[in-house]
Each structure stands twice: as C-alpha cells, then as structure tokens.
C-alpha cells in the first residue's frame, strides 16, 4: 500500500499468541518488548493476499505471527536457567581528519579563497572573515588579498580521535533467564522471566528490560477447554543524544569537530571548540559534550489473553476469546545549555521536554470452526466477527529555565512553561470474516476466504470494505513419483489472487478538529480554534489487488531452501 501520511508507517500486523498489533495504530508503543526473544518459538511471515486477507485491512502490509513457547500435555516440568554475556564493538565510524590533515585541510581552503579573491571570483571583504583563522590581510589600493600562513593562536596542540572518546572500546551486555513448563494429562503451563542490560555503543546509552511471562491451558471436560496467557514487560532506556531538537547526530558531530582541540580543559570540565557564526565568535559543544543531554525514557507494557473453546458436537468447535493489551510510556529528555551552541554574548538556557502516552486495546473475536473428511478430501469452514476498540492518550510538555543542569532539572524547578498539549480519542474496527479450506491427500490445496472490515477511520459512507481472497497449492513433494525420494524435501506450486485495504490515515480525517494549547490566546485568554487539518468527507479505503504465483523448495534435508515469487500488485484509491 501506498499511504504514507497521518504518522502511518506502512508497518506489517504482529500476532503474538493470537494477539493482534498494528504498529501504526500504537503511537510508538512496541508490544515487542513484552517478549523475552528465547521464549519465542516460531516466526511465520505471511505476504501475498491470499494469506493476508483472513486479517483485513490490518493485513494490508503483510502478517508476522510470533508464537512463544507454551507447556505440553503430560510433559513433567523442565526448568531451564541461563546467563548470557556478549561484546560489542562499533565496526564503522566516521573516518576523519587528524590534527595535521586538518590544519593542511585549512591552509589550502584558505589559499584556494584568497586565490578566487584576488581572480575576481570572490568578494574581497570575505578576507575580514579569514582573519579570524589565518594571516590574511586586505590591501584597500589595490584590493588585493595577501595570505600570510594560519594563525597559531587559532590551532590547539591536540590529536584528538573523537571516535574514540564518543563510542565505548566495548558495550556489555548480560542477559539471565529462568523458564519452567509441563502439563498433566489435561493442563499445560509455561512460566518465564528474564533481565536484560545493555550498554549501548555511545557513552552514557544504556538500555534495561524486564519481563514475565505466563500461559496457562486446560481441558475442563472433554467438550469444554479453557486458557490464557499473560506478558509483562518494563524497559528503561537511558541516552546521552538529543532527541528533542535532533540538531547534530553522533556521526554528524564528530565529523564538525576540531581534531586539534583537547577533551577537557586543564580543570577538567568539557572544552568547548571555537567557532564563528555570521563572523561572530561562538563555542561549539564538542561530540562528548553532546552526548551529555539526560535522556529517560520508560515503558511499561501488558499484554492478556483468555479463552473458551467448546466442542458441542464432534469437530465442531465454538470459541470466544478476549485480548487485552496496555502500553504506558513516560519520556523525559532535559537538554543542558552545555549541549548547545554557546554565543557568548547572552545566556544560553536548558530544556525539559515530558511527555506520556497510553494507548490500551480491547478486542474481542468469536468463530466457529467445523472440520470434517470424505474419504482423502479434506474440508474446513470457520465463520467468525471480531470487534477492536483502541483508546490513545497522550501529553506533552515542554520547560525552560532551570537553576543547574544537574540536580535541580525537574520541571518544579523550571522558571518557564514554553507549551504543552495532549489528546484523548478512540478508533475502532468491526468485522466479519469467513473461510473454506480444502485439501486432498495433503497434495492438492484450496482455500477460500472473505472478510469485511467496517472502520471508524472513514467518513459515514465509506466505513465498509470487502476483501475476498482465493488460493491452491500443489504439494508436488507428496506425488507417488517423488514421496521416496530423500533428496527433494519441500516442492510445493502455489497460486493465490485476493485484495486486502489499508486504513493507514490520520484517525477522524473526514472531520474538522478543534484544539486548544499554549499558544492559542485570544483577547488575553484560552480559546479554542480550528485545527490545521482540512478534513476529507469522501476519504475511504485503499485497497490493494494482488495475483501471486510461487514456488516453494527444500532439497538435501533442507539445506538448500527457498522460495520463488511472481506477482502482480495494483493500488486503488491510495491514500497520499
């Protein structure tokens, strides 16, 4: 698909244990982070419409579905404990000057300038502004410019290699897990917790994850199953980068920063490096003083699922499941005055930027699933509807003028609110979903599904989309001429034509939206005004169309394994 705007990211759906998240619609929350990765299982990725289109429009860019260890029927109980530590080294960073390269580099920019001054090619008066660096003297007769050597004064007599000072020699990482799981003859259970800390590659980065994990099934009678499964997860991720103004990146700084000037200065505080804006002298904050900035950020995530499967008549299973999900964030970034550009002629100030995001998801689906066999054929039908409802909350605020930038940096201790904002709304989606599957012999595949999405997204006669989907397999591998032989393990020709819709948009596009903050003051107080948005009655879906032929293969006991795709896309109503 093709939509880009609204904040969307174009990201795939994620399944986790049947739990579904679409990235785009999370407001930045990752509900990857309340996995500890060793207790995932498997990873399927499914891409071409005929897959896809069982998940609607939250499949329009494809499905991840992650699932993660659970216990097994009659299996005592494994305990597993591990503790892992791993190295890191950064492999490419900024190649850049030394201290003598970069004088040289000076010498000759300089040279080469007053060479075009004194061609004509450049206004002679930029000589005022070379005086400041170099022996570069403007003689008003004859308007020529004579060039005299670099200033001395101007270089230090360091070697700095700031790749060094700025990137750790090495970043350590310990990771420590505990797992146990088993089952009785009726009851599986999984349980797991692990740490993680990490040094990030940059000085004063460092990350810190905690989870648990709990899964719990069992057959209640022989008709009626029942089960759940609950993920917990806190992150703390700690950074010296500015991720507020985003004025230099790491490699960005290092590559502006002066090779002959020292770290620290003989008392040992953080050298700032000389400069000149509008000819105008100035200290820029070098790399390592950059990465000064205190940045907090944390999560707290929730994930919950529970559900009933009843089996009134043989193969006939009715299933209601519930899943919860909530993800709290809170950031705090300040911004010493130190991490800044210095003018000298007036006071710098620090910031401090807040923010909050909650963002909690309930979705509740219900099917029905009849599997029954004629002699080798093969059939399933499931019908089902699910109802997805998301609530988005969020504030954001941002201070200036704080006493010190080392202990006195909490907002109480601000002199000056700048601005704030927050939000508060609700999107939802309601669907129908059906789906026939056959099969004969495990050799010839079919599967036909339909599914209609109706999405809060969209304007009063646009909310409804319908996206069928058809595909088969032949599963040449299981043929009589090729079952016996060893060395062709997967062979399977497959073909799949289907369509599937995005609702990757701003949320409410066809409605003009009121706010009010900081800035919006009128005859000397609060009021509110239209919002920049310029709403779309007719906005609706984008939907995709898809025909896709492929070949999938394993030979020599999987060892060469791959797959081959032909496919033809075409978008409709794309929302740009």
């Given at each position: 698909?093709?939509?880009?705007?609204?904040?969307?990211?174009?990201?795939?759906?994620?399944?986790?244990?049947?739990?579904s998240?679409?990235?785009?619609?999370?407001?930045?929350?990752?509900?990857l982070?309340?996995?500890?990765?060793?207790?995932?299982?498997?990873?399927?990725?499914?891409?071409?419409?005929?897959a896809?289109?069982?998940?609607g429009?939250?499949?329009?860019?494809?499905?991840?579905?992650?699932?993660?260890?659970?216990?097994?029927?009659?299996?005592?109980?494994?305990?597993n404990?591990?503790?892992?530590?791993?190295?890191?080294?950064?492999?490419?960073?900024?190649?850049?000057?030394?201290?003598?390269?970069?004088?040289?580099?000076?010498?000759?920019?300089?040279?080469?300038?007053?060479?075009?001054?004194?061609?004509?090619?450049?206004?002679?008066?930029?000589?005022?502004?070379?005086?400041n660096?170099?022996?570069?003297?403007?003689d008003?007769?004859t308007?020529?410019v004579?060039?005299?050597?670099?200033r001395?004064?101007?270089?230090?007599?360091?070697?700095?290699?700031w790749?060094?000072?700025v990137?750790?020699?090495?970043?350590?990482t310990?990771?420590a897990?505990?797992?146990?799981?088993?089952?009785?003859?009726?009851?599986?259970?999984?349980?797991?917790?692990?740490?993680?800390?990490?040094?990030?590659?940059?000085?004063?980065?460092?990350?810190?994850?905690?989870?648990?994990?709990?899964?719990?099934?069992?057959?209640?009678?022989?008709?009626?199953?029942?089960?759940?499964?609950?993920?917990?997860?806190h992150?703390q991720?700690?950074?010296?980068?500015?991720?507020?103004?985003?004025?230099?990146?790491?490699?960005?700084?290092?590559?502006?920063?002066?090779?002959?000037?020292?770290?620290?200065?003989?008392?040992?505080?953080?050298?700032?490096?000389?400069?000149?804006?509008?000819?105008?002298?100035?200290?820029?904050?070098?790399?390592?003083?950059?990465l000064q900035?205190?940045?907090?950020?944390?999560?707290?995530?929730?994930?919950?699922?529970?559900?009933?499967?009843?089996?009134?008549?043989?193969?006939?299973?009715l299933?209601?499941?519930?899943?919860?999900?909530?993800?709290?964030?809170?950031?705090?970034?300040?911004?010493?005055?130190?991490?800044m550009?210095d003018?000298i002629?007036?006071?710098?100030?620090?910031?401090?930027?807040?923010?909050?995001?909650?963002?909690?998801?309930?979705?509740?689906?219900?099917?029905?699933?009849?599997?029954?066999s004629?002699?080798?054929?093969?059939?399933?039908?499931l019908?089902?509807?699910a109802?997805?409802?998301?609530?988005?909350?969020?504030?954001?605020?941002?201070?200036?003028?704080?006493?010190d930038?080392?202990?006195?940096?909490?907002?109480?201790?601000?002199?000056?609110?700048?601005?704030?904002?927050?939000?508060?709304?609700?999107?939802?989606?309601?669907?129908?979903?059906?789906?026939?599957n056959?099969?004969?012999?495990?050799?010839?595949?079919?599967?036909?599904?339909?599914?209609?999405?109706?999405?809060?997204?969209?304007?009063?006669?646009?909310?409804?989309?319908?996206?069928?989907?058809?595909?088969a397999?032949?599963?040449i591998a299981?043929?009589?001429f090729l079952m016996?032989?060893s060395?062709?393990?997967?062979?399977?020709?497959?073909?799949?034509?289907?369509?599937?819709?995005?609702?990757?948009?701003?949320?409410?596009?066809?409605?003009?939206?009121?706010?009010?903050?900081?800035?919006?003051?009128?005859?000397?107080?609060?009021?509110?005004?239209?919002?920049?948005?310029?709403?779309?009655?007719?906005?609706?879906?984008?939907?995709?169309d898809e025909?896709?032929?492929?070949l999938?293969?394993?030979f020599?006991?999987?060892?060469?394994k791959?797959?081959i795709?032909?496919?033809?896309?075409?978008?409709?109503g794309?929302?740009?």
């Amino acid at each position: 698909p093709l939509s880009t705007n609204g904040g969307g990211l174009n990201q795939p759906l994620y399944v986790i244990d049947g739990v579904s998240f679409n990235l785009d619609n999370m407001q930045g929350a990752n509900p990857l982070l309340t996995l500890n990765p060793t207790d995932i299982e498997s990873i399927d990725i499914l891409k071409d419409a005929g897959a896809t289109s069982i998940y609607g429009s939250r499949g329009a860019n494809g499905v991840i579905i992650i699932k993660t260890k659970r216990g097994k029927k009659g299996q005592a109980m494994h305990v597993n404990a591990s503790v892992a530590t791993t190295l890191a080294q950064p492999i490419n960073t900024v190649k850049v000057l030394n201290a003598n390269q970069y004088k040289s580099y000076y010498d000759l920019m300089v040279g080469n300038s007053v060479d075009a001054m004194n061609s004509g090619q450049l206004d002679p008066f930029y000589a005022f502004d070379l005086a400041n660096i170099a022996n570069v003297e403007l003689d008003f007769d004859t308007f020529q410019v004579n060039y005299d050597g670099m200033r001395e004064d101007y270089f230090g007599t360091a070697d700095t290699d700031w790749n060094k000072e700025v990137f750790r020699d090495v970043a350590v990482t310990r990771q420590a897990n505990l797992s146990l799981n088993g089952g009785s003859e009726k009851t599986n259970y999984a349980f797991s917790t692990s740490l993680i800390d990490q040094e990030g590659l940059t000085v004063n980065d460092e990350l810190k994850q905690y989870n648990v994990a709990m899964s719990l099934d069992s057959d209640i009678s022989d008709y009626v199953k029942m089960g759940g499964a609950v993920n917990l997860g806190h992150t703390q991720g700690l950074s010296g980068e500015n991720d507020v103004i985003n004025e230099y990146t790491i490699n960005t700084s290092i590559a502006r920063a002066r090779p002959d000037l020292p770290v620290r200065d003989e008392n040992g505080q953080l050298l700032g490096q000389p400069d000149y804006i509008y000819g105008f002298e100035t200290l820029e904050p070098n790399p390592l003083m950059r990465l000064q900035n205190k940045t907090d950020n944390k999560t707290y995530n929730f994930i919950g699922s529970t559900y009933i499967e009843v089996e009134p008549i043989k193969n006939l299973k009715l299933k209601a499941d519930v899943n919860a999900s909530v993800f709290y964030s809170d950031n705090s970034s300040f911004i010493p005055k130190s991490t800044m550009t210095d003018f000298i002629f007036f006071a710098n100030d620090s910031f401090l930027n807040e923010t909050n995001g909650l963002v909690s998801n309930l979705t509740t689906n219900l099917t029905a699933n009849y599997d029954f066999s004629i002699g080798d054929n093969k059939i399933g039908v499931l019908a089902g509807a699910a109802w997805d409802r998301t609530n988005f909350e969020n504030s954001n605020q941002f201070y200036s003028g704080f006493p010190d930038d080392e202990v006195l940096i909490n907002a109480s201790s601000a002199r000056a609110l700048i601005g704030y904002s927050g939000n508060e709304y609700q999107t939802g989606l309601n669907s129908l979903f059906s789906r026939v599957n056959y099969s004969y012999k495990n050799r010839y595949n079919a599967t036909l599904n339909f599914r209609t999405d109706t999405s809060s997204k969209f304007g009063p006669n646009n909310k409804r989309g319908y996206f069928p989907s058809i595909s088969a397999s032949w599963n040449i591998a299981n043929e009589n001429f090729l079952m016996n032989d060893s060395h062709v393990n997967i062979l399977r020709l497959r073909a799949s034509a289907g369509r599937v819709g995005s609702t990757n948009v701003a949320d409410f596009a066809y409605l003009q939206f009121f706010e009010t903050s900081s800035s919006s003051v009128y005859n000397g107080g609060a009021s509110v005004i239209p919002n920049n948005n310029f709403p779309n009655p007719n906005i609706g879906w984008e939907t995709t169309d898809e025909v896709n032929l492929g070949l999938d293969y394993g030979f020599f006991n999987n060892r060469l394994k791959g797959g081959i795709d032909v496919y033809s896309r075409k978008t409709t109503g794309a929302l740009v």
